[in-house]
């Protein structure tokens, strides 16, 4: 005997009941789920089902069947379900798996279009596996390969490879008396690589703004030197400082609620009525300017202009410090990563808050990575 567990919806779902008695079908097992929707088992097949409900008001649903082919249908439903869902993950790690992005940052004068050839050129492109990338060796190549670059650094994040360059620029290197090499930071130096001159400082040594890193001259045993060119890289970490303010009491304007409004006609730049005694009324307002067509299928353009003035009110506001904390760190921590990575590559980074005045200082130390000096071309280098 052939049996269909169905789930019948509608209005009056009694009346569904009671057609199928009036059919002469057997049901078992009926359980009504809500006033709209109930469960049974009908003891007839399933076309018999779909023919008695098809044009009626009621949405006839096969739960489970006997019938050799609607169970082929079920089954055949789910396997395709779960193959689908197999399917969705193998893609999903396989797209994971894999570079899908390249980002480069940093790069002003250094073309990106000349960073991503090189990139290329190393094996390193879109859909290679992110496990065949050796970060530290592909940094190394790329510094030595892109003509300009004084550092380059890579990371991965996700499917996104992102290369980070740091420039030769004048901007990390003074002249000083003599062409020695001075720093145009404060920091510690990371470190050092002098093609000509005599070192003043080594890697974890501590420099101020205007510290010789190079000096111009090559000393010999007996203590004396002699005049040369100060040519070499110096590498080291600093810190910046950004600082947000959090007021605790804000003054906010608000519409008390009273408004008055004036409406005329504009037509080729005159209005009508033209009220020019009309005023706010109010020592502090907020206007509010709306236009629309006052004929519409009419070729005239005339205008119907309502002007409102709304009073406004200041009401001062003292806001909750702790409930926003979270989301006020973050916002500054954004902030102030943002505008490091402007200079270098961010190592660390160290927030505090502290009380001021009216509210809350958050301070973000950021700790960057990057040129101190840089190699000077000979023509640039004073004697």
């Known amino acids: 005997m052939r049996k269909n567990v169905v789930e019948i919806s509608g209005l009056n779902i009694d009346r569904a009941v009671r057609l199928l008695h009036k059919q002469g079908i057997r049901l078992t097992g009926v359980q009504r789920h809500s006033a709209r929707t109930v469960r049974l088992c009908a003891h007839c097949g399933s076309k018999k089902l779909v023919a008695l409900f098809k044009n009626s008001c ?64 190393l094996g390193v492109r879109p859909g290679v596996s992110k496990s065949s990338i050796d970060i530290r060796g592909l940094e190394s190549q ?27 620029t004048d901007t990390g290197v003074i002249a000083g008396e ?23 400082v080594q890697p974890g040594d501590k420099v101020s703004m205007g510290q010789v890193l190079i000096e111009a001259k090559l000393f010999s ?29 804000v ?24 009220d020019t005694s009309f005023s706010a009324g109010y020592s502090v307002y907020e206007e509010e300017v709306n236009v629309r067509y006052a004929f519409s299928g009419m070729l005239l353009p005339v205008e119907r202009v309502t002007v409102t003035y709304h009073e406004i009110a200041y009401m001062t506001e003292r806001a909750d410090f702790e409930k926003v904390k979270k989301y006020i760190i973050e916002e500054a921590e954004s902030a102030a990563r943002a505008v490091a990575e402007e200079s270098g590559e961010v190592t660390g980074l160290v927030t505090e808050v502290n009380d001021v005045p009216g509210g809350k200082l958050i301070s973000v130390r950021v700790s960057v990575r990057g040129a101190f000096a840089v190699r000077l071309k000979s023509e640039d280098v004073q004697s």
């Not at 003599?178 to 003043?200: P, Q």
Request: net charge neutral.
């Open 58 to 121: 009621y949405n006839l649903k096969i739960i489970k069947s006997s019938e050799p082919m609607v169970l082929a249908r079920s089954l055949l439903l789910r396997a395709g379900l779960f193959a689908g869902a197999l399917l969705f993950f193998a893609a999903a790690a396989l797209y994971s798996s894999g570079v899908r992005m390249i980002s480069v940052t940093g790069a002003e004068k250094l073309d990106e279009s000349v960073v991503i050839e090189q990139l290329y050129d």
């Open 142 to 168: 790329l510094t030595s390969r892109l003509p300009g670059a004084a550092l380059v650094s890579v990371r991965l994040t996700g499917v996104k490879l992102t290369v980070c360059i740091v420039e030769r």
């Open 251 to 274: 003054t906010r304007a608000y519409r008390t609620g009273e408004s008055r409004s004036r409406t005329y006609y504009r037509l080729f730049g005159s209005t009508y009525p033209a």
């Open 178 to 200: 003599g062409g020695d090499l001075v720093s145009a930071f404060e920091g510690v130096v990371t470190g050092l690589i002098v093609f000509s001159g005599t070192a003043k």
């Open 221 to 249: 045993p007996d203590g004396s030197y002699t005049e040369t060119k100060a040519d070499g890289e110096v590498y080291g970490e600093r810190e910046l400082v950004y600082s947000q303010t959090f007021e605790e009491e």
